[in-house]
C-alpha cells in the first residue's frame, strides 16, 4: 500500500480514534467559545491566577465563585490564552497554566 500510494505522490497516513478523555474536553471547551462566556474582569485577572501551574478550581474559586469565573476560564482555555492538558478530565484534576507557560 505504502509504494502504491508513493508511486502516484500520495502520502499514505494511519490514523486512530482521538483519545476519549481529550475529546470529551474540547466538546466541552467548545460550549465556552462564544464571546457571552466572557467576563473582562475575570480575564483581565485570569493570567496572573495561573502565572504559575494551578489546580484549576484553585484558581477559579480566587478568581471569585466559580460558577461566575469558571466560564470566562474554560473560554480562556478553548482561545489559548490558558493552557492545560486536555489528557486529563476536566477540571477534577486539570493544572492551568498561562498560555507559553
Keep these: 500500500m505504502l509504494a502504491t500510494c508513493a508511486e502516484v505522490g500520495w502520502e499514505h497516513r494511519l490514523l486512530h480514534e482521538p483519545d476519549p478523555v481529550v475529546m470529551a474536553n474540547v466538546r466541552r471547551l ?9 467576563r473582562p474582569t475575570v480575564a483581565a485577572a485570569a493570567p496572573s491566577m495561573f502565572a504559575e501551574p494551578t489546580p484549576l478550581m484553585d484558581g477559579a474559586t480566587r478568581l471569585g465563585d466559580p460558577l461566575a469565573s469558571l466560564p470566562t476560564v474554560f473560554h480562556l482555555l478553548w482561545c489559548g490564552r ?5 489528557a ?5 484534576l486539570s493544572i492551568v497554566s498561562a498560555a507559553g507557560r
Design 88 to 92: 486529563v478530565p476536566l477540571p477534577e
Design 30 to 38: 467548545a460550549g465556552y467559545r462564544y464571546p457571552r462566556c466572557l
Design 82 to 86: 490558558l493552557s492545560t492538558d486536555l
